[in-house]
């Protein structure tokens, strides 16, 4: 009876045949023995995605060349290949998957671990029904982990569901993408725009979130208003009061007759406390990370993308010193909690910090098996690093283990506790009130930097009692309105996670489980890197902006409210989780996305054609393309910027081409500029011979030929 265990990848199968008692390599996988095991053991591995969906050309060579009157692509059956590069492990895992009596399916433990697993079960063709199934379920890499998740394995059938809601998203993706790219891409190039121009379920909101916001800030139009605030002076300090209830002012002369009203005048005049209240509150540690929150954190923090975070948070993970990365939970179960609590003064000792730990009993803010439902939050394994260890990690995955180490240590602090003093003063018949926050005890804060900020910014007001006489200084300031902020990587994950309704991160979290996002916690990071990588979105001082061509994308797709709408996404998200929960098929999905592929294919074409809007933008980008392509300017002619090569098109003579890099070095501005009017540059450094060897010299133009000078 043979028993194969099938992991996602390389590092993943080592992790797990670490675990293990004794382990033999082979080629592609590993022979294993351990008591939690079976006899005849052996964990094999894919490398991620062993299978892909074909592309359109290896069902009709025709699909080749792009052309409208191909559209719409609609397989009559989803075609499946192993790539070239991947066939020879897939022959591996195929054989023994072929002889095995029992498969544990330990790839991730998410609906895209299934997807990876069963797609190779399927390709390889075995009799399913005939083996057995079982499931690998844990949150983490460490021997402890691994051990009692082999103890305790699931049936495997039981996660069939997740594979086809996994598989229908790749397909409903493939439909949108395989249709709306070259629909749109044909119709935009019939207008004199270069360029590839990619359509995606996901993707295509997303840049649309960011479009609109770009848009909003371009359009804002600063509005002035008035606000009337006060001055109090006491006989020991002077503390700042607003109107209460706030009231914003159009204009003066509404100021004024409201100041009228209420008996009041700008200047010094008299006034009256009416009421003081002091109130001890007490402020909670920050919930526990999901992914989208560790995301938002650290890019808000130290402005590494979402793509980086979730890369150095899989590191930490196949390091065994973080728990399981892709969640979109904020809790853990009391499991968890149970070895953090003997764990704390070994936790604590990574963090330069003083702190008391006092809270050693769960708290439903933090621990809640009943919210936990595929994986709880991010949290540290027992796995404790001693400080060498970590300061010999790459620096951002020192900031991400400290961030998730400092949040989760938090939860066992006492709350933050501050004395709020609310003043009522009066001035006329008109109340003034002045809020001011002044720590009692730092709790859970002392383990943040930013505490001491706050300890700056804490605002003491004077002993005053209802009934003392002061004296008041109104003034009546003159403010604009401000246009809204621009997204950043980490305030888009959040919109993304919140289909773009605009929450702050408390609030978000406290109510994700009632509103469906756009994406998942394991595609969002990767969504944002496919539109940074084609251009259509840019960073700038950490701020994302949407660029020339990804507007014109936008303007193109906006007349079709199905492509750009965060909420219409939201409740395909939603409909896809049916299918893992028996809810919805396959079939109904892909039913709903052909009828929307076939929509835009017969509404986009009349659309932009009838946009005047979309022509201005045609044309806009036409003359940005233009000045994009001028690299430099000289007597003797232009030089054009291609993307592996330089256009010289002399004032005389036929134009040629000259590379971007020679033997290695790339060509910048001063060596072409040097090649075009000299005819020859001074001594470069950087070249390298075939060998490897780096060497100086001069390049020359002869002609159109380019060569070395050694004198």
């Known amino acids: 009876m043979t028993t194969v265990i099938l992991s996602e990848k390389p590092s993943q199968a080592r992790s797990y045949v670490e675990a293990f008692k004794n382990s033999t390599k082979k080629q592609g996988y590993y022979t294993v023995s351990d008591p939690v095991l079976p006899k005849d053991t052996i964990v094999t591995y894919g490398f991620g995605h062993l299978v892909e969906l074909a592309t359109p050309e290896k069902y009709d060579p025709k699909y080749k060349q792009w052309a409208l009157s191909n559209l719409p692509i609609f397989p009559e059956k989803y075609k499946f290949e192993v790539s070239a590069s991947k066939k020879a492990q897939f022959k591996i895992v195929k054989d023994l998957l072929t002889k095995a009596d029992t498969v544990i399916v330990a790839t991730d433990s998410d609906r895209e671990g299934e997807n990876i697993a069963w797609s190779i079960m399927t390709q390889a063709k075995i009799n399913l029904k005939s083996k057995t199934i079982k499931r690998l379920w844990i949150n983490s890499l460490e021997k402890d982990a691994i051990l009692d998740g082999f103890k305790n394995l699931k049936d495997g059938w039981k996660y069939y569901p997740a594979y086809k809601e996994a598989q229908t998203r790749q397909i409903s993706?493939?439909?949108?993408?395989?249709?709306?790219?070259?629909?749109?891409?044909?119709?935009?190039?019939?207008?004199?725009?270069?360029?590839?121009?990619?359509?995606?379920?996901?993707?295509?909101?997303?840049?649309?979130?960011?479009?609109?916001?770009?848009?909003?800030?371009?359009?804002?139009?600063?509005?002035?208003?008035?606000?009337?605030?006060?001055?109090?002076?006491?006989?020991?300090?002077?503390?700042?009061?607003?109107?209460?209830?706030?009231?914003?002012?159009?204009?003066?002369?509404?100021?004024?007759?409201?100041?009228?009203?209420?008996?009041?005048?700008?200047?010094?005049?008299?006034?009256?406390?009416?009421?003081?209240?002091?109130?001890?509150?007490?402020?909670?540690?920050?919930?526990?990370?999901?992914?989208?929150?560790?995301?938002?954190?650290?890019?808000?923090?130290?402005?590494?993308?979402?793509?980086?975070?979730?890369?150095?948070?899989?590191?930490?993970?196949?390091?065994?010193?973080?728990?399981?990365?892709?969640?979109?939970?904020?809790?853990?179960?009391?499991?968890?909690?149970?070895?953090?609590?003997?764990?704390?003064?070994?936790?604590?000792?990574?963090?330069?910090?003083?702190?008391?730990?006092?809270?050693?009993?769960?708290?439903?803010?933090?621990?809640?098996?009943?919210?936990?439902?595929?994986?709880?939050?991010?949290?540290?394994?027992?796995?404790?690093?001693?400080?060498?260890?970590?300061?010999?990690?790459?620096?951002?995955?020192?900031?991400?283990?400290?961030?998730?180490?400092?949040?989760?240590?938090?939860?066992?602090?006492?709350?933050?506790e501050y004395e709020e003093t609310t003043i009522i003063t009066q001035i006329g018949q008109a109340n003034f009130k002045t809020t001011g926050n002044v720590p009692t005890k730092p709790g859970w804060k002392v383990l943040f930097d930013e505490n001491k900020a706050e300890q700056q910014e804490a605002v003491s007001l004077p002993q005053v009692q209802p009934g003392d006489q002061v004296q008041a200084n109104l003034q009546t300031p003159q403010k604009e309105t401000t246009p809204p902020v621009s997204f950043t990587e980490g305030t888009l994950i959040t919109a993304m996670k919140t289909a773009g309704k605009t929450l702050d991160d408390e609030e978000a979290q406290s109510i994700?489980?009632?509103?469906?996002?756009?994406?998942?916690?394991?595609?969002?990071?990767?969504?944002?890197?496919?539109?940074?990588?084609?251009?259509?979105?840019?960073?700038?001082?950490?701020?994302?902006?949407?660029?020339?061509?990804?507007?014109?994308?936008?303007?193109?797709?906006?007349?079709?409210?199905?492509?750009?709408?965060?909420?219409?996404?939201?409740?395909?998200?939603?409909?896809?989780?049916?299918?893992?929960?028996?809810?919805?098929?396959?079939?109904?999905?892909?039913?709903?996305?052909?009828?929307?592929?076939?929509?835009?294919?017969?509404?986009?074409?009349?659309?932009?054609?009838?946009?005047?809007?979309?022509?201005?933008?045609?044309?806009?980008?036409?003359?940005?393309?233009?000045?994009?392509?001028?690299?430099?300017?000289?007597p003797q002619g232009i030089v054009l910027n291609k993307q592996k090569f330089y256009i010289i098109k002399p004032k005389q003579g036929e134009e040629f081409t000259l590379p971007k890099k020679w033997s290695s070095k790339t060509l910048g501005k001063t060596a072409i500029k040097a090649l075009i009017t000299k005819g020859e540059t001074s001594k470069l450094k950087g070249f390298k011979s075939k060998k490897g060897k780096a060497f100086d010299a001069k390049l020359k133009l002869d002609g159109h030929k380019l060569s070395f000078n050694f004198d």
């Open 173 to 416: 993706d493939w439909l949108v993408g395989m249709n709306g790219s070259p629909l749109y891409t044909l119709l935009l190039r019939q207008s004199g725009i270069r360029g590839v121009y990619s359509i995606g379920r996901v993707q295509t909101p997303t840049l649309y979130m960011v479009y609109q916001r770009d848009q909003a800030i371009k359009n804002f139009k600063p509005e002035p208003y008035f606000e009337l605030n006060a001055e109090i002076l006491t006989k020991r300090q002077k503390f700042e009061a607003k109107l209460d209830p706030y009231q914003r002012f159009k204009n003066k002369s509404e100021v004024n007759t409201f100041m009228a009203d209420k008996h009041l005048e700008t200047g010094l005049q008299s006034g009256l406390i009416k009421d003081v209240q002091k109130q001890s509150k007490k402020s909670a540690s920050p919930r526990l990370f999901s992914l989208s929150s560790l995301q938002s954190a650290i890019n808000k923090q130290y402005h590494a993308s979402a793509s980086q975070v979730l890369q150095a948070v899989q590191s930490l993970y196949e390091t065994k010193l973080l728990t399981y990365p892709r969640t979109d939970c904020n809790y853990i179960t009391g499991q968890e909690f149970n070895y953090l609590v003997p764990n704390l003064s070994r936790y604590l000792g990574l963090v330069s910090q003083e702190v008391s730990l006092n809270n050693k009993e769960p708290n439903k803010r933090y621990v809640n098996g009943k919210k936990v439902q595929e994986h709880h939050a991010i949290i540290m394994t027992k796995v404790i690093p001693n400080k060498e260890k970590l300061l010999a990690l790459p620096k951002l995955q020192q900031q991400v283990y400290d961030l998730v180490l400092r949040t989760t240590l938090a939860m066992f602090a006492d709350p933050y």
């Open 512 to 634: 994700l489980k009632d509103v469906e996002g756009i994406g998942t916690e394991a595609t969002r990071a990767n969504v944002l890197e496919v539109l940074k990588k084609r251009g259509y979105l840019v960073t700038e001082k950490n701020k994302l902006h949407v660029s020339e061509a990804g507007i014109t994308l936008c303007k193109a797709v906006e007349l079709e409210p199905l492509l750009t709408s965060p909420e219409m996404t939201a409740k395909w998200e939603k409909a896809l989780q049916q299918i893992s929960t028996n809810e919805r098929t396959q079939e109904n999905f892909l039913t709903q996305i052909k009828k929307f592929v076939q929509k835009i294919i017969t509404d986009v074409p009349e659309q932009l054609q009838s946009s005047s809007e979309i022509q201005q933008q045609v044309s806009h980008q036409q003359e940005a393309q233009k000045a994009e392509e001028i690299f430099l300017e000289t």
